[in-house]
Every structure is written in structure tokens, then in C-alpha cells.
């Protein structure tokens, strides 16, 4: 059997996210959790206009999620530590047959960060494909969602300081973190960026998620992060990746269009310079959720996203608390393909 994970712009049966349990990293004051429920809700009720949305919800929450979230979330009940469903949950595949399956990658807190709890979230992976009926596809590697993009054809994006952390997987070698990525999701052309954000290289960051910095639209486009501000350190990070993938090549052999999409023009919040990022949208069925930080620049990157996303609605969602918490509209959904029909 082999599988290969499809294009996140491909059709969905559904959406994932989990509902912030009380007492995580994010939810530390009753305010906090608050603000970060109100936030999840936003996105969860955004996308619910396009396709189904299921919410992961902690046993303690029960009473609290079915308050919040309107009827047309559903609801499943797991122990929780955090909520950040793009890395905790499995990653989606189709097997050969059109199938769908999960894979359930190893999850040790983003490297084993001494602020991360993952007891529970790592038995997401395996409740989740549970609750959707498909089988696992297990998996040793130290993965996460947000730690890989791809394009459905075979082309994927890491980042050095995530798949080769010393605190994920020690002393593996590019070569078997591809070979597994080719075993699991059905790659066969890796592009390795050097690292991720800077905000996103810090404490309470993941140490550099490809899925802030690049996105692939379509078999052949990347869009990439463009930080325009040379007092932000993720300016040079910018020129060096456009650079770099004005080099690299698809699956099939063809160089790529680079499309770069601006970064907000704040460039600080109350804890430094920020990782506010465009590229971490999410597309769901006949739409995009752009995140939103009330900036100059949300509309140019709305427009950007509405030419390489053609025919989609793009709805754009207040991010800014999301991000406080350490990630964006993507790193808190992930999505479940459709089967594909017998015969296609």
C-alpha cells in the first residue's frame, strides 16, 4: 500500500480543530482562555460556512464548547493539552484506492519545550482517525503538521531546524527523513529551507515551521513570506528564500513561480518583533481564511491570495490572538480529504 497526501486546496470532507482546554500554555488566566476560545470559535464558525467542522474537546469542556460553538460544530470528546490541532492531530492521505487514511506521526511538544505539555496530545492523532473511521498509518518520525507543505504531487517544504532537531528526531540524516516522508505522504522532491521565522525561533516558538514562512498553492506556485521592513530581522530570511526557490524546482522538473505575499507592516507587539504572517491561511472548500491583523496590508494580501486561489471566497479573521499564542489560523485546523472516487 502506499499513500500520498493531497493538496490542502483539494476537496474536504472536513475540518479538525480542538476547543483550548482550560489550564495550557494558552489558556493561563481566565482571561486568556477567553480570548483564545473566542478566537478558535471565530475560525471554527468562518469555516463552518464551507464545510463541516468537528472540534476536539476535552472531557472539562464539554459543557463550556457546546455554549460557545454553534450547532453546526460537532463535537468530539478527548483528553487535551493544547489546541493546536495542524500539530497534534494526523496528517490526511489517500491511498491507492482513493481512500483516505491518518497518519500519526510522534508528538513530543514541538522538541520536547519545557513550557509544552503532550501527554494527551499525543494520542490525538490515533482518536481522531478513530472518531472518522479510517485507519493509521503509523509513523517514528517527530513531525508535525505545521512542519510540512504541500502541493499533491509530490513536492514538500521542511525546514532543517524542525525535521533535524536534535530534540525530534537526533541523528537522522535528511536522506531517512525523506525516505519516511516518501513511505507516509508520497513525496518525492523535498525542498529544505534553513530555518523559519524569528519569532517563531524563539522560546515559545516551534523552532521554525515551514508552514508560516511558505505555502504552495498549486503544483509549480510557492508563495513565500515577504518581509519588506529591513529593521525586521525576517527580512533577510525573505531575500534568501526567494532566492532560493528562484532556484529550486517541482516534482515534475519545472522551476517554480515565486509569489511573494507582503508580511503585515507591524512590525512589534509587547514581546518583540512579530511573526505575523500571511502565508499561515487556510484553504477550506470554495474558500480561504486569511488571517487578519487589522493592518494596511490585509487587503494587498487578500488580493494576492484571491489570484492564486482563483474562484474562492477569501474571509479574513482576526488572527492577532492566535498569534500571541504562538501560531495562526493554519497551525489550528487541519483537513480531511474526501475520498476520490473509484475510476479517477
Same mark, same amino acid.
Request: glycine content about 8%; hydrophobic content about 40%.
Given at each position: 500500500m502506499t499513500w500520498r497526501m493531497p493538496a490542502e486546496h483539494g476537496p474536504h470532507r472536513r475540518t479538525w480543530m480542538a476547543f483550548p482546554p482550560e489550564g495550557s500554555e494558552i489558556t493561563a488566566t481566565p482571561e486568556a482562555t477567553d480570548e483564545a476560545r473566542t478566537a478558535w470559535t471565530a475560525v471554527a464558525h468562518a469555516v463552518a460556512e464551507f464545510e463541516p467542522v468537528t472540534m476536539v474537546v476535552d472531557p472539562a469542556d464539554v459543557g463550556t464548547a457546546r455554549r460557545t460553538l454553534s450547532s453546526a460544530i460537532d463535537i468530539v470528546v478527548a483528553p487535551l493539552d493544547d489546541a493546536w490541532m495542524r500539530d497534534i492531530g494526523p496528517t490526511f492521505v489517500h491511498a491507492d484506492d482513493g481512500s483516505v487514511a491518518a497518519v500519526n506521526w510522534v508528538f513530543n511538544g514541538w522538541g520536547q519545550q519545557d513550557w509544552a505539555a503532550w501527554d494527551d496530545d499525543r494520542e490525538i492523532g490515533r482518536a481522531v482517525a478513530a472518531a472518522a473511521g479510517i485507519p493509521v498509518v503509523e509513523s517514528p518520525l517527530v513531525n508535525e503538521g505545521g512542519g510540512i507543505q504541500v502541493d499533491g504531487a509530490g513536492t514538500v517544504i521542511l525546514t532543517d531546524t524542525v525535521q533535524l532537531d536534535p530534540f525530534r528526531n537526533p541523528g537522522l540524516s535528511k536522506a531517512e527523513v525523506e525516505a519516511e516522508l516518501r513511505r507516509t505522504i508520497g513525496i518525492d522532491t523535498a525542498i529544505w529551507l534553513p530555518r523559519g521565522l524569528w519569532r517563531d525561533s524563539q522560546r515559545f516558538g516551534t523552532r521554525g515551521h515551514s508552514d508560516i514562512v511558505a505555502a504552495l498553492p498549486a503544483?509549480?506556485?510557492?508563495? %513565500?513570506?515577504?518581509?519588506?521592513?529591513?529593521?525586521?530581522?525576517?527580512?533577510?530570511?525573505?531575500? =534568501?528564500?526567494?532566492? !532560493?526557490?528562484?532556484?529550486? &524546482?517541482?516534482?515534475? #522538473?519545472?522551476?517554480?513561480? %515565486?509569489?511573494?505575499? /507582503?508580511?503585515?507592516?507591524?512590525?512589534?507587539? $509587547?514581546?518583540?518583533?512579530?511573526?505575523?504572517?500571511? +502565508? *499561515?491561511?487556510? %484553504? @477550506?472548500?470554495?474558500?480561504? +481564511?486569511?488571517? #487578519?491583523?487589522?493592518?494596511?496590508?490585509?487587503?494587498? $494580501?487578500?488580493? %494576492?491570495? $484571491?489570484?492564486?486561489?482563483? #474562484?474562492? &471566497?477569501?474571509? &479574513?479573521?482576526?488572527?492577532?490572538?492566535?498569534?500571541?499564542?504562538? #501560531?495562526?489560523?493554519? @497551525?489550528?485546523? !487541519? *483537513? =480531511?480529504?474526501? /475520498? +476520490?472516487? $473509484?475510476?479517477?
Open positions: 503544483p509549480g506556485v510557492v508563495l %513565500v513570506h515577504d518581509q519588506r521592513d529591513g529593521e525586521h530581522p525576517d527580512h533577510a530570511l525573505s531575500l =534568501e528564500l526567494m532566492k !532560493q526557490f528562484a532556484n529550486e &524546482t517541482t516534482s515534475a #522538473g519545472k522551476p517554480f513561480t %515565486v509569489v511573494p505575499l /507582503p508580511a503585515p507592516r507591524t512590525l512589534r507587539d $509587547a514581546e518583540g518583533f512579530v511573526d505575523y504572517s500571511y +502565508i *499561515n491561511h487556510y %484553504v @477550506c472548500n470554495d474558500a480561504v +481564511i486569511l488571517c #487578519g491583523f487589522d493592518d494596511p496590508n490585509d487587503a494587498e $494580501a487578500a488580493a %494576492v491570495l $484571491a489570484e492564486v486561489y482563483p #474562484g474562492r &471566497t477569501i474571509v &479574513t479573521v482576526d488572527a492577532r490572538p492566535i498569534f500571541a499564542r504562538g #501560531g495562526g489560523i493554519h @497551525c489550528i485546523t !487541519q *483537513n =480531511e480529504p474526501l /475520498p +476520490i472516487p $473509484a475510476g479517477r
